[in-house]
């Protein structure tokens, strides 16, 4: 344990800085990207086109992705009960030094079963795609809902990062696993998974609605501020 405490100082230390940027209006606009209900028009535009590019194949994948998140949480709440290091918020150490706006969370926080889900949605959806475009725009979206963790208070960047390992691992292995049994039980019916990729006509979609979902937060919210709403 002593030859960890370094690098849960610098954790620390690393949490408090990044922490540490925050306003009123920043605030607002944090709750609303860490809200996974933000993301539903951005999920359901990728919904869309495994639909339209993968049809028979949808039902599948669906189970795939179902799998994904519920191994990703299962996962990460294993560890985070045998692990038990305090989340930000409750560590005595550092609690008070904290900017704490959204609400504490559970007790413990490691690892971080958003940053696990995220990552694996983005290495299984990617590889499923086939598209260095759709990768970046998720990757973007990744680092941006796993920052979100740390500003409202309740993630280390180590929980976040070991959570995004577990997530990577659980999203290759699955992609494995969907391959497998679409080439052994399914290899009859087309289109093959494997071989059919998103083209740039659909990701420029997906980015216009990522893009038009990030828009919209930033106005909601700045017209709420002018006005004193909130």
Known sequence: MELLQPILELDKELFLFFN????DFWDTIIIMITRQETWIPFFASIMFFII???RSKTLLIVIALALLITVTDQFSNLIKDSVQRWRPTHDPAISHLVHIFFGKGGYYGFVS??????VAILVLTSRIFKNRIYYALMLTWVLIFCYSRIYVGVHYPLDLICGGLIGWLIGWGLFKLLMFVENHFFFGRSPKIEKTALSLKDVGVIFLVFLVSFVTVFLVVGQLHFFKIL
């Open 20 to 23: 540490g940027f925050h306003n």
């Open 52 to 54: 339209k590019n993968y």
């Open 113 to 118: 079963a958003h940053a696990a889900n995220s």
